[in-house]
């Protein structure tokens, strides 16, 4: 049987100049180097330079995503940014994007779902391209987390950073097998009981910006407890197992969930993307810039079976198995 599947012609990233070592934080707050690898394995992050946003950054990234395609912006149908620190309450991310990326055709819109961010976009864009909506989609996780940290608050300022992700992806032509190329399964979830466990305490229509706050040891739990299963779900959708997977490419929060993610899942690390050392943790940007740096690096290749996973603000969470 003949379907059109989600796929990937491309993925680029972007991540700001100014690194920032753990060793940095020692000069302004009661922590240590050693505390921030042990409990969350980042070792360093990258902040945006002053006056630097989101959209000027996500634009790079799907720069890069059109050059690793061969193809222009003028190609694209639409642009997805997913993000929880647009440049501004409105408009959109996504159509800074496009004027920057010189388009006057196609559409774009943001999608807010927090470190699940690139899950839900990469899950709309599937849907938009089945459904023969758009035929070539650029899907973006892209932030500044760096602007709603409270820098006095060591729980989280020591945890974030900033930077964009672009994974381009094309309608093609497939046997509508678990062997096929493309975007196989998706499985989202929220439950917005958990709204006050990680969230930030201000907004539009409360009149203030606020600074994220969370209560990192029941995130963990929570983490640890649905990544997994979410996982597992999407890989059932898709007629798969663990066995048949090739990378993980978990959102990156912190090296002891991936671990304990991975052990649930029954996947050995050699078979998980890591950047969270040099990443920290850069919410809805994470994953597209873990598939970028796992290509860079060799780890994906052609034909790889590749799952994602994440978790945040809401709770949000789900996975995306797609064939590279
Ligand atoms: O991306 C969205 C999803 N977010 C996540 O997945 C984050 C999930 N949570 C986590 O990654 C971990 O819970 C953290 C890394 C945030 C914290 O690790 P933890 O092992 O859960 O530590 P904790 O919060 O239980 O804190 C342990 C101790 C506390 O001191 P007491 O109460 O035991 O005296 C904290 O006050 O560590 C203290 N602490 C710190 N110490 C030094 C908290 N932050 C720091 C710090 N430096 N930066």
Known sequence: MSVLRAQVRGVGHYLPDRVVENAEFEKTLDTTDEWIRTRSGIERRHFAAEGETTSQMATAAARAALDD??????????????????????????????????????????????????????TTANALIVAGQARRVMVIGAETFSRIMDWTDRGT????????????????????????????????????????????????????????????KEVFRHAIEKLAAT????????????????????????????????????????????????????????????????????????GDLVVTEAIGGGLAWGSVVLRW
């Open 69 to 122: 395609a061969g193809m222009d912006a003028g190609d694209l149908d639409a642009v997805i940014v997913a993000t929880s620190t647009p440049d501004l309450t409105f408009p959109s991310a996504a159509t800074m994007v496009q004027a920057q990326l010189g388009m006057t055709g196609g559409f774009a819109f943001d999608v807010q779902a927090v470190c699940a961010g690139f899950v839900y976009a990469l």
């Open 231 to 302: 996982a597992h779900a999407a890989l059932d959708k898709a007629g798969l197992g663990a066995d048949d997977v090739s990378w993980i490419v978990p959102h990156q929060a912190n090296l002891r969930i991936i671990k304990g993610t991975a052990q649930r899942m029954g996947v050995g690390m050699d078979r998980v993307v890591v950047t969270v050392p040099d990443h920290g943790n850069t919410s809805a940007a994470s994953i597209p810039l873990a598939l970028s740096v796992a290509r860079q690096r060799g780890q994906i290749k052609d």
């Open 157 to 216: 300022c020591v945890l974030f950073g900033d930077g964009a992700g672009a994974l381009l992806l094309e309608g093609g032509e497939a046997d509508g097998a678990s062997t096929d190329r493309g975007i196989l399964a998706c499985d989202l979830h929220s439950d917005g009981q958990y709204r006050d466990i990680l969230y930030v305490d201000g907004g539009v229509s409360t009149d203030t910006v606020g600074k994220l706050r969370m209560e990192g």
